[in-house]
């Protein structure tokens, strides 16, 4: 009787958990967010050496109408993080494989983010969508099984 229970109360935690879902299980993050720092010519580029964010989990992601863009709903943790963030710095960068995307000028930042090309791309080779569809060509991974190393 008690490895049923067990057995449930594990089932109910992965129940719960079953909600957010990562992309694959390489273990690499989906995009990680830093902020901007500006060189003495003028030019902007990312402070590598300040993570502020790692995104390896999310809610949702939707194709937007036009099969090309991408809205990504974070986890509720990475959007009070992300919404904290965005209170502090008037901009950050974000990675996403070896695409970068700029945010800048976030107010009532809602939870979501939405990427055009190439971060879109990214995603939505990362997360098997076909191409010019809101299908996936491949079941999700395992959120639960441990990254491949």
């Not at 990680?32 to 050496?49: A, C, K, R, T």
């Not at 710095?89 to 990427?115: C, E, P, Q, R």
């Not at 971060?119 to 990362?126: E, K, P, S, T």
């Amino acid at each position: 009787m008690k490895r049923i229970l067990v057995l449930l109360a594990l089932l109910g935690f992965a129940a719960l958990r079953a909600d957010d879902f990562r992309p694959d299980a390489s273990g690499a993050p989906i995009f990680q967010v830093f902020p901007l720092i500006e060189n003495p010519s003028n030019n902007v580029s990312l402070d590598h050496g300040h993570l502020l964010l790692s995104v390896d989990k999310v809610s949702d992601i939707f194709l937007k109408k036009d099969l090309r863009r991408v809205r990504v709903v974070l986890t509720t943790d990475d959007a009070r993080a992300f919404a904290s963030i965005l209170d502090r710095f008037d901009a950050v960068g974000i990675t996403a494989g070896d695409s970068v995307a700029l945010i800048s000028g976030h107010t009532g930042f809602n939870g979501s983010l939405t990427f055009d090309n190439p971060v879109a791309a990214y995603l939505r080779q990362r997360f098997h969508v076909k191409p010019g569809s809101n299908e996936v060509d491949a079941p999700p991974a395992n959120p639960f099984a441990a990254p491949s190393e």
